[in-house]
């Protein structure tokens, strides 16, 4: 059993009463954001207004919600292409803030923000807070990296908004987190769930046990991360610990959280409108199947973006969700569908190596897998570090351990991968989102 600190009595906040509208309601209120937004789209950016001319689209033909599904999908490379501007449907002067996210080629994509679309940001946030079971009263240490970046600058506003104290550490230095941690009386830390690890690990080591402090709750995002990952955390910290998702091109964090139910994420529906789609088709899916998550902003005025494919994968929930919010579930975000590598034959997710390697004891959540190519032939292997008490004890217990990651990956992949067992602290450690995967296939090429 895990031993974690009960939870707070659910905190309600007024903002969050949109979270346990009647669907009916909902609906109609999303119908018409909907249509708002597609005019605005329509009548202020060229990209949106050519790609419905050629389907013979005008605003007008948005009568019903189905009818999303006849407006053209939107995809990054149009965020490259248009870059830096050329989405926006709003003059320079009303915006208020610009981010951007660089991915991992060529140029980033920036984002726009109205002084309204700040507010709807913060709304979402404070929903999101206040879903994990943070309120008034609460000393919030945000971790998220400030910058261009979305996490750092969402969360604050979202954390003061809900008139929590916060503690704008951003990320990095992570001696002077515990130090925070400890003295300042944090109940609340928000970074990527890798970022926690490291911080569990590292106050460790300074004699700091996470479990005695008065931290009850994180707010872990930006990356994907597993349920073994999260019952890691939560028995090493005693605390909560919450997924929650977003992402820049729609607004940053706050499209869509978990609640104490700990069942998947309720998406913040009156402002994301969500389908779930067939990524080689683009048909939408019955509810339950799993797909690529396609998001539509109904709220944004600086960046209104029609139909936007995540690349995420995920499914819809079916059924109430036991907290009362009548907002759609989706399961959490295992995987992007661009992140599947091909291995001899073998379509492979990072996430599923590492369900593999936390079933197995005596692995640490640090990971790194890296393809290679030998003579035309695709190798894997998996690093892993084991714990300092695996390491220290004698070679058999080590080959022991390794032949189980062997045989536990092969279970769970289909295929065999090298299995590399590393001493505690090689693999490096990330303050934002952490990199999994090294592909060096291509350089044999
Ligand atoms: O990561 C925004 C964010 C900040 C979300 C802080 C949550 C907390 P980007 O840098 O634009 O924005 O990256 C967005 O990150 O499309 C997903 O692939 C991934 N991602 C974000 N949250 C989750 C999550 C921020 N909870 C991309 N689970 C998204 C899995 C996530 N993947």
Redesign the pocket.
């Given at each position: 059993m895990i031993d974690i600190r009960p939870a707070t009595a659910p905190i309600f906040h007024p903002a969050s009463a949109q979270d346990y509208v009647p669907p009916l309601l909902l609906r109609a209120l999303q119908l018409r954001r909907l249509q708002n937004v597609v005019r605005r789209a329509y009548q202020h950016v060229e990209l949106f207004r050519s790609r419905m001319q050629e389907r013979g689209l005008r605003p007008e033909d948005i009568r019903s919600l189905e009818d999303i599904s006849r407006l053209p999908f939107t995809v990054k490379t149009d965020l490259r292409d248009t870059y830096p501007f050329g989405l926006f449907a709003s003059p320079m002067q009303d915006v208020v803030r610009l981010h951007a996210?660089s991915g991992t080629t060529g140029k980033p994509i920036v984002v726009a923000y109205t002084r309204e679309d700040v507010e709807v940001w913060t709304n979402a946030m404070v929903r999101t807070l206040a879903s994990c079971g943070i309120g008034a009263g609460d000393v919030v240490q945000n971790a998220?990296g400030y910058g261009l970046?979305?996490?750092g600058l969402?969360a604050h506003y979202g954390a003061e908004a809900i008139g929590a104290t916060v503690i704008p550490i951003s990320g990095g230095n992570t001696d002077r987190q515990i130090m925070v941690l400890k003295d300042l009386g944090v109940t609340a830390i928000c970074c990527t769930p890798s970022y926690f690890v490291h911080l569990i690990e590292r106050a460790r080591e300074l004699g700091v046990d996470l479990r005695d402090l008065a931290l009850r709750v994180g707010v872990f995002?930006?990356?994907?991360?597993t349920d073994s990952m999260r019952r890691h955390i939560e028995s090493n910290s005693r605390i909560h610990a919450y997924?929650?998702?977003?992402?820049?091109?729609i607004t940053?964090?706050g499209v869509a959280s978990e609640c104490g139910c700990q069942d998947g994420l309720h998406i913040f529906e009156d402002h994301f409108y969500p389908e779930i789609i067939d990524p080689a088709t683009g048909e939408t899916l019955p509810e339950g199947e799993e797909g690529e998550l396609v998001l539509t902003t109904l709220s944004k005025v600086a960046m209104p973006i029609l139909r936007y494919r995540?690349?995420?994968v995920t499914a819809f929930l079916s059924g109430p969700c036991p907290c009362g919010r009548t907002l759609r579930r989706i399961r959490?975000?295992s995987r992007?569908s661009d992140d599947m590598f091909i291995i001899r034959g073998v379509n492979v997710f990072p996430s599923q190596v590492e369900a593999a390697l936390l079933a197995v004891e005596g692995t640490l959540p640090h990971y790194l897998i890296v393809l290679t190519r030998e003579k035309g032939l695709d190798r894997m292997e998996v690093q892993v570090e084991v714990t300092p008490e695996v390491f220290s004890d004698k070679i058999g217990a080590l080959e022991e351990l390794q032949d189980r990651l062997v045989r536990e990956l092969d279970n769970v992949l289909g295929i065999r991968a090298e299995v590399r067992l590393v001493e505690p602290h090689t693999i490096q450690r990330s303050e934002g989102k952490a990199r999994r995967l090294i592909d060096r296939r291509h350089m044999a090429d």
């Open positions: 996210s998220y970046f979305t996490g969402g995002g930006a990356e994907p991360w997924d929650i998702y977003g992402l820049s091109e940053g964090p995540t690349r995420d959490r975000i992007r």
